[in-house]
């Protein structure tokens, strides 16, 4: 890997550079998952997900999460974005906070459940 990718994150010019608008508009299926951390972190996940969309409506977009700390809206401002076709794969281990913690160091449990339900909800899921 060239070592101006390695640490940090990937932005939308990044994307939009790299990949650009021709090759988004023929890509069927993207995923969105972290190497070294969790792709909700990235600062313009919402901007990239929502360049995608709006190039290519049809792209499935997939994104593979443990879920933790982002708030109630972020996940509704997400599941406005993303479609019944695209999919979220919520990495959780164990059954509560404690057991969580043994295998996710520095999740907080409450918030990934409050994130699948108002995803769900905001996303027409349930």
Known sequence: MPESLLNRQLSLDFFKNQIGEHVARQIHKITLCGNDGDPIYCRDLMDIVQWFKSLNPKLQIV???NGSYKPI???QQL???LTVDDEVHWSID???QESNAKYRVSCDWDSIL???E???TTNNLT
């Open 79 to 81: 599941g406005h974005i």
């Open 94 to 96: 164990g059954w509560d």
């Open 118 to 120: 108002s995803f769900q």
């Open 63 to 65: 994104l593979i999460t």
């Open 114 to 116: 409050h994130g699948i």
């Open 73 to 75: 809206h972020w996940w």
